[in-house]
């Protein structure tokens, strides 16, 4: 059954930050309105893989909460959410790059999270398909992957108390929105969840776009089991300008494999880019040789939305109480869905969250910061 009138949250945005974040107002008892433009974001383009990514405590404390969380809700996933705990093989080029292996185990290890140091003998009888003679790698068996798209609209459909509606909003203060077709909508507190969409309402967000490219091959009996990722991705992931490329392959459950990864500034072109694609194929094809045997049958890309620091804003906009911001999840956040849905409706609660909520607040930036009383 659907709420009658009224919500007391209302969510812009169902990709899978809005919908995590309804879901966990749904499950507190709160009644939750969506509204989304249909356009689809950063979600409908992204990869999926749910990783432990460790290059600053913040980072690593929210993706490996939001991890121990999505294996929590692992049971009630429907099958087309095709949930995978595969782990991550972190794979260094050669024996030199152990070194990073190592440190990389060490600091994930610091929080609690297990790693295996694989050699390259274990590791080629692990992957077969990966070419020969590479350094070893880092296995993190927790980490997996799954569908986001299907699993936003789960999370939207599994609570009664949350409505989904169609709609653009043009206008949002801290109790209220306006719709493109002129209505008003009100309620007690107001969630901003539409991705890189949100500048436009609040331009006073920090936020960057950062195009990224995937292409998807056809079906084939499944011979990559893990998420492959080269020990290099985090400098990609991380660069502040110009074009970055690094291996990451995952297994789909379909036998498909899907290539990345891209990263680029100052665009907002949604063509596929012949001059980044097909670095990134060749890339690809030095770790998995065979790749080049294999049809590709989609490419596309999508615009991750990135804050300066790399981390997303969570909480209350210190000049707007009332309205709450979830929003600057550039690259991780399928992954770190559930665990900024859970740590913003805490907020909004008054209840502590179970990590330090200080990081990812809103007032670290300039622009959001409280005006002087
Ligand atoms: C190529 C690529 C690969 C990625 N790979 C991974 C990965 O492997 N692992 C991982 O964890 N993350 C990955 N990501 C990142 C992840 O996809 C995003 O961080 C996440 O999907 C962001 O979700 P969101 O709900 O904040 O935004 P979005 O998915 O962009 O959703 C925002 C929604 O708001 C709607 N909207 C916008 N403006 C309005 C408005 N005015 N009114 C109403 N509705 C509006 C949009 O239509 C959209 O549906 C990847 C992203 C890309 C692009």
Redesign the pocket.
């Known amino acids: 059954m659907k709420p009658e009138a009224g919500a007391d949250v209302l969510v812009?945005?169902?990709?899978?930050?809005?919908a995590a974040c309804a879901h966990e107002l749904a499950r507190r008892g709160l009644r939750v309105q969506v509204?989304?433009?249909?356009?689809?974001?950063?979600?409908?383009?992204?990869?999926?893989?749910?990783?432990a990514m460790d290059d600053n405590p913040a980072e690593l404390a929210l993706s490996h909460y939001s991890i121990g969380l999505w294996r929590q809700l692992r049971e009630h996933l429907p099958e087309a959410c095709a949930y995978r705990n595969c782990g991550t093989l972190w794979l260094a080029a050669n024996p030199d790059e152990m070194d990073l292996a190592r440190a990389k185990q060490h600091n994930l290890a610091v929080h609690g999270v297990a790693g295996e140091l694989l050699d390259g003998a274990t590791l080629a009888a692990l992957e077969p398909m990966l070419r020969p003679n590479l350094g070893g790698a880092l296995k993190i068996p927790g980490d997996g992957i799954l569908y986001?798209p299907a699993t936003a609209r789960w999370l939207l459909a599994e609570n009664a108390l949350i409505s989904h509606r169609n709609?653009?909003?043009?206008h949002l203060a801290s109790d209220r929105l306006e719709l493109d077709d002129g209505r008003t909508l009100r309620a007690q507190q107001v969630l901003l969840?539409?991705?890189?969409?949100?500048r436009?309402?609040l331009p006073e967000l920090p936020l960057r776009a950062k195009k990224?490219?995937?292409l998807i091959t056809d079906r084939y009996p499944q011979r990559v089991s893990h998420q492959l990722v080269e020990l290099g991705y985090a400098a990609s992931a991380h660069a502040n300008h110009g074009t970055s490329l690094a291996f990451n392959v995952q297994p789909r459950p379909t036998g498909q494999l899907l290539i990345?990864?891209s990263r680029q500034f100052d665009t907002l072109e949604p063509q596929v880019e012949t001059a980044v694609l097909a670095p990134m194929l060749r890339r690809a094809v030095e770790y998995l040789p065979e790749l080049a045997q294999l049809n590709g049958i989609r490419a596309w890309t999508?615009?991750?939305?990135a804050t300066p620091d790399g981390l997303p804003i969570l909480g209350e906009h210190p000049q707007q109480p009332g309205l709450w911001l979830a929003?600057g999840?550039?690259?991780?956040?399928?992954?770190?869905a559930p665990g900024s849905a859970r740590l913003l409706v805490d907020l909004m609660l008054g209840e502590r969250p179970a990590i330090d909520p200080q990081p990812y607040q809103p007032g670290r930036f300039p622009g959001l910061q409280r005006s002087p009383a």
């Open positions: 812009v945005g169902a990709g899978i930050i809005g509204l989304d433009d249909g356009h689809g974001g950063a979600t409908a383009a992204g990869m999926g893989h749910l990783v986001a709609a653009r909003v043009r969840a539409s991705g890189l969409g949100a436009e309402l990224g490219h995937l990345g990864s999508g615009f991750r939305a929003v999840h550039e690259g991780l956040g399928v992954t770190t």
